[in-house]
């Protein structure tokens, strides 16, 4: 009882003296922010904003003359074919990035928490979870270059097994094919994505509560029933940051499209973010490619935007229907 | 913000879900099912899956020390009729592989380090101080974090090669530890928003400054959130490919990662090169992968905001 009321008088003090503290509390942090303020405004703020007002001129880079031309580089990109392909492309490397890893991840997640972790325990699990994610830890110029090799069409080694195993004649050419290239370029970017979204959603899962999964059993909910009413609601917070990251990753992607094809053969694996680097280094087009490096920001930041919004939304309905309920 | 929020609770959750889990796990793997054929089925499909996906890896263990020669004549899936070295030799003179591992490490160190630090400094006056604005602030260093390298990379570019630092590294180390920084900011931002008020008062009443109160009140409270994310920005830096294709042009300034992806279609790539180069350049990356596993799994979720 004294305690409580102790407790209490302290509170009441504490309440009182409210302000004086936070005015002592929050003064003299400011400075702390300075450094990075300055790094920040520095490397990203105004290089960012100096690339906006570059896309508005005509320039070759260096030393040579800038020419203002306005919002002609834009309206060139309107009718740019390479442009178009490029950004089309984009919607082959989320599907690669970041839709057929949240789909596989999430089976997979679930199948190593909910089963082979309870049947063969938690260390199979956790070892195979490893064994998933080590592609993503990779270095992509290493992991390009033997990707380069696996799927070279003279000595590469899917190939080599094709031609000295199972005797067929003519082998693909999967880089040099444009049918096929930008599927190669995606097979490596699912190879080095799966893992990823298994270890968000195996360690989301830990979070859920056991016995929901227990009263399921119980009332005979089979696995597949578990996974759609338990898994899949409890953990969709990490779906949407594994869908925000990825597709943001997936808009951005460039150094497996160096390493494997350089945006060939024919553009056909051409994307964005590569478009813009041969313009600014290989074709001195400086202000072309900021035009382009704009346009796929601004896509980013409306991409990221729809996303976020979509989460906000379905966030505030659950929290709705908690409080009908 | 509810996107921040529920990244927020992630992350906090992560680090205690992961002990709950295992505890979880141990208590589930003590109760004996009964036998069951379908058990095996999925294992073998789970394990299948796992040598898929390690399977380029094996790929290339198996043809770094084969000879030209005898790959063309056995092909890929043999194993090597003799122990060959060769591969490695080359790759190691053409690289001069350790000016370019001690480049990568000493990058990596240095931008990690900064990044963390200045991480440190703006979530103490952003999560802590909680200084005007800090709210948009957190928001704009989480969109700074989304931000595609192309759309800012000229203008850098030109910059440093203005002051003369065209070929330098610490372009990379700046250019990283700042946007490693946005990231590290946006997280321990929100960690430290809810770090507990009653131990600054009483620092406060001790009579600590500012200063001392991050370093003997803060920052051991922050130092295994503070660990995570140096070893993230260890590995990204280490794995960085972008930047260093623009800014490191010369073979004594070159990263690991760059210096084999510069080799591509040069005449010494024959199979047996590739593959042990790909070995080689691989390894440090498996060896802080294996120190490293825990700390990884507990914060990729960091990961998983970038």
């Not at chain 2, 991480?119 to 989480?142: D, E, H, P």
Request: with cysteine.
């Amino acid at each position: 009882m004294s305690r409580t009321a102790t407790s209490a008088h302290n509170k009441r003090e504490r309440n009182a003296n409210e302000k004086i503290y936070e005015k002592r509390l929050r003064s003299g942090y400011g400075r702390y922010i300075i450094p990075g303020a300055i790094g920040t405004v520095v490397i990203l703020l105004i290089p960012f904003v100096a690339n906006i007002w570059i896309s508005l001129h005509n320039w070759r880079g260096g030393r040579s003359k800038m020419k203002f031309i306005g919002l002609d580089n834009y309206i060139k990109l309107i009718g740019d074919e390479k442009f178009w392909t490029s950004f089309s492309n984009s919607i082959y490397m989320i599907v690669a990035m970041a839709v057929i890893p949240l789909l596989i991840g999430l089976i997979l997640s679930a199948v190593l928490f909910d089963y082979i972790g309870r049947e063969f325990g938690g260390k199979t699990s956790s070892f195979l979870r490893a064994c998933y994610y080590i592609p993503q830890i990779l270095p992509v110029g290493v992991a390009g270059i033997l990707w380069n090799w696996i799927l070279n069409s003279q000595t590469g080694a899917i190939n080599r097994i094709l031609a000295g195993f199972f005797g067929v004649e003519k082998t693909p050419d999967w880089l040099g094919d444009p049918d096929l290239a930008i599927y190669a370029v995606m097979l490596m970017l699912i190879w080095s994505q799966i893992g990823y979204p298994v270890v968000i959603f195996m360690s989301a899962l830990g979070r859920v509560d056991p016995e929901l999964y227990e009263a399921a059993a119980l009332d005979g909910a089979g696995w597949w029933r578990r996974f759609t009413a338990i898994t899949l609601p409890q953990i969709k917070p990490e779906i949407f940051v594994v869908v925000l990251t990825c597709t943001v990753a997936a808009l951005k992607v460039f150094g497996p499209v160096y390493m494997l094809t350089k945006g060939g053969p024919q553009s056909s694996t051409l994307v964005p973010s590569y478009y813009s680097y041969i313009n600014f280094f290989g074709k001195s087009q400086i202000g072309y490619g900021a035009a382009i490096a704009s346009v796929l920001a601004i896509l980013i930041a409306i991409v990221a935007a729809v996303i976020m919004v979509f989460q906000n939304r379905s966030a505030a309905r659950e929290r709705e229907g908690a409080l009908n309920a | 913000m509810s996107m921040s929020s529920s990244v927020k609770n992630t992350i906090q959750g992560r680090m205690t879900a992961i002990e709950r889990k295992d505890q979880i796990k141990r208590e589930t793997a003590n109760r004996r099912k009964p036998m069951n054929p379908m058990r095996w089925v999925i294992l073998v499909a789970c394990v299948l899956l796992a040598l898929i996906i390690l399977s380029p890896l094996f790929l290339m263990v198996l043809n770094a020390f084969k000879t030209s020669t005898d790959y063309t004549q056995n092909g890929p899936l043999s194993l090597p009729s003799e122990l060959y070295f060769g591969g490695l030799v080359n790759f190691w003179k053409a690289t001069n592989f350790p000016i370019k591992f001690w480049n990568s490490l000493w990058i990596s160190v240095v931008s990690a380090l900064l990044s963390v630090g200045l991480s440190l400094f703006n979530a103490y006056a952003l999560g802590i101080g909680r200084v005007r604005g800090s709210a948009w602030i957190v928001a704009l260093f989480m969109i700074l974090t989304m931000l595609p390298g192309e759309g800012f990379i000229y203008p850098l570019f030109y910059m440093f090669n203005a002051v003369g630092m065209g070929n330098s590294q610490w372009t990379i180390v700046i250019i990283c530890g700042i946007i490693n920084m946005a990231f590290g900011t946006y997280l321990l931002s929100s960690v430290m928003s809810t770090f507990p008020k009653e131990l600054l008062e009483a620092a406060q009443i001790d009579g600590a400054g500012r200063w001392r109160t991050l370093w003997g009140v803060v920052f051991p409270i922050m130092k295994s959130n503070c660990a995570v994310l140096f070893i993230f920005f260890f590995i990204w830096t280490w794995n960085e490919f972008y930047f260093t294709l623009i800014f490191l042009t010369s073979g004594d300034t070159q990263t690991i990662p760059l210096a084999i992806a510069s080799l591509q279609g040069d005449r010494i790539m024959d199979v047996p090169t590739i593959n042990a180069g790909s070995l080689i350049s691989l390894v440090p990356a498996f060896l802080f992968f294996l120190v490293f596993q825990r700390t990884l799994t507990k914060g990729i979720t960091a990961g998983a905001v970038k």
